[in-house]
Antibody, heavy 118, light 107 residues
Framework: QLQLQESGPGLVKPSETLSLTCTVS??????????WGWIRQPPGKGLEWIGS???????YYNPSLKSRVTISVDTSKNQFSLKLSSVIAADTAVYYC??????????WGQGTLVIVSS | DIQMTQSPSSVSASVGDRVTITCRAS??????LAWYQQKPGKAPKFLMH???SLQSGVPSRFSGSGSGTDFTLTISSLQPEDFATYYC?????????FGQGTKVEIK
């Protein structure tokens, strides 16, 4: 049973870069062909897919964030990460890492709240 | 982008009621549709994919149907633990998009 856990700063200043890591346990990130993804949820609002990375290294990003987003995998640490640059207040959200087969998200992290504020 | 529109946005129902939530895609997505349940302060929980394929362990009172642009999630007999917000998600093409959510509240 895969388990995912997000980690990273809970407070980021405007214009800076938000960096989060998702640590995977219960399986090797390099032995699965799942896409590894990030989804966010502003307080009181719905879910927004940020992007996903496949084992092949192919990445897919939401066009609304594409110019600011980078998702990468570190197989040596069994982790994948999210970087979102030039953050603004509207980037305040709970950020989830998630994965699954067949274009769905079977497994989710518990989520981490990131507040953008000076 | 494919827009996903859920209706209603919220529904008040009683234990034992049958509840149906609709999800409409702005263009055809075949059966690339998943449903999730989210309770306050928790991560979404995956319920079903391919429009109607129930995840192992999800109660059989949950069912899904549809293809193309119109989909439904039905809870045949609402239980206390089913009060939550439900989201649909299309995975036919990037960017993957979610509906705005339907909150099932206690009547």
């Amino acid at each position: 049973q895969l388990q995912l856990q997000e980690s990273g700063p809970g407070l980021v200043k405007p214009s800076e870069t938000l960096s989060l890591t998702c640590t995977v346990s219960g399986g090797s990130i390099s032995s699965r062909s799942y896409p590894w993804g990030w989804i966010r949820q502003p307080p009181g609002k719905g879910l927004e897919w940020i992007g996903s990375i496949y084992y092949s290294g192919d990445t897919y990003y939401n066009p609304s964030l594409k110019s600011r987003v980078t998702i990468s995998v570190d197989t040596s640490k069994n982790q994948f990460s999210l970087k979102l640059s030039s953050v603004i207040a509207a980037d305040t959200a709970v950020y989830y890492c998630a994965t699954g087969t067949n274009r769905k998200f079977d497994y989710w992290g518990q989520g981490t709240l990131v507040i953008v504020s000076s | 982008d494919i827009q996903m529109t859920q209706s209603p946005s919220s529904v008040s129902a009683s234990v034992g009621d049958r509840v149906t939530i609709t999800c409409r895609a702005s263009q055809g997505i075949s059966s690339w549709l998943a449903w999730y349940q989210q309770k306050p302060g928790k991560a979404p929980k995956f319920l079903m994919h391919a429009a109607s394929s129930l995840q192992s362990g999800v109660p059989s009172r949950f069912s899904g149907s549809g293809s193309g642009t119109d989909f439904t999630l039905t809870i045949s007999s609402l239980q206390p633990e089913d009060f939550a917000t439900y989201y649909c998600q299309q995975a036919n093409s990037f960017p993957w998009t979610f509906g705005q959510g339907t909150k099932v509240e206690i009547k």
